[in-house]
């Protein structure tokens, strides 16, 4: 049972570039989102998803674009990079929305140039 | 939207020393949760309240549920020099934000040999 797994766990893009980071459970919950955690900001989340072929924008979206296809993935996409977007984007799971216990993967951390 | 005061912000303490943190709100949550972060790595959750009033201990670790729903305090006894890392509450109220759960900014926890 590996939890919550990231990839890559570091990226360093040119503005304008686009990636996808990848975030996997595979603990069969239904919640996922995606967060940034920049100093002194704590963590905001981005987008988050209650199943598969459902998602929504959380406190900070633009930019970001996700997509549900099935329970266990959940990626980012940055379709063009800019230097604001450089942070630390940490992924977590819970079974539901009303589930009490949230669980992060280990992060990915962006720079964009 | 909902909003955690996590105080203090930075904590510097000797080795052996106790420590006490807190969050506050003006909204009313279900559930708090007290997670800590290692420098790298994602937040762990250390431990999950659900009850107003609730005191649960993890090892050195001992959190309270305040009465109002509206506070959480985390208490450190002993300290040691693994303890080192961000701290964070988090506050759930289902239906409430964008997807219920809210994060304080965190507390630095410093210990100095």
């Known amino acids: 049972n590996a939890g919550v797994t990231q990839t890559p766990k570091f990226q360093v893009l040119k503005t304008g570039q686009s990636m996808t980071l990848q975030c996997a459970q595979d603990?069969?919950?239904?919640?996922m989102s995606w967060y940034r955690q920049d100093p002194g900001m704590g963590l905001r989340l981005i987008h988050y998803?209650?199943?598969?072929?459902?998602?929504d924008q959380g406190e900070v979206p633009n930019g970001y674009n996700v997509s549900r296809s099935t329970t266990e993935d959940f990626p980012l996409r940055l379709l063009s990079a800019a230097p604001s977007q450089t942070s630390v984007y940490f992924c977590?799971?819970?079974?539901?929305?009303?589930?009490?216990?949230?669980?992060f993967g280990p992060g990915t951390r962006l720079t964009v140039l | 939207g909902q909003q955690l005061n996590q105080s203090p912000q930075s904590m510097f303490i000797q080795e052996g020393e106790d420590v006490s943190m807190n969050c506050t709100s003006s909204?009313?949550?279900?559930?708090w949760l007290w997670y800590k972060q290692d420098p790298g790595e994602g937040p762990v959750l250390l431990i999950a309240?659900?009850?107003?009033?609730e005191l649960t201990s993890n090892g050195r670790l001992t959190a309270q549920f305040g009465i109002t729903r509206k506070d959480s305090f985390l208490n450190i006894s002993a300290s040691i020099p693994s303890d080192v890392g961000i701290y964070f509450c988090?506050?759930?109220?289902?239906?409430?934000?964008?997807?219920?759960?809210?994060f304080g900014k965190g507390t630095h926890l410093i210990i100095q040999p």
């Open positions: 977590a799971s819970r079974s539901g929305l009303a589930s009490n216990e949230q669980f």
């Open positions: 603990m069969n919950h239904e919640y």
């Open positions: 998803s209650v199943g598969a072929g459902i998602t």
């Open positions: 909204s009313i949550f279900n559930t």
């Open positions: 309240l659900y009850k107003a009033g």
């Open positions: 988090a506050g759930l109220y289902s239906g409430g934000g964008a997807d219920g759960l809210t």
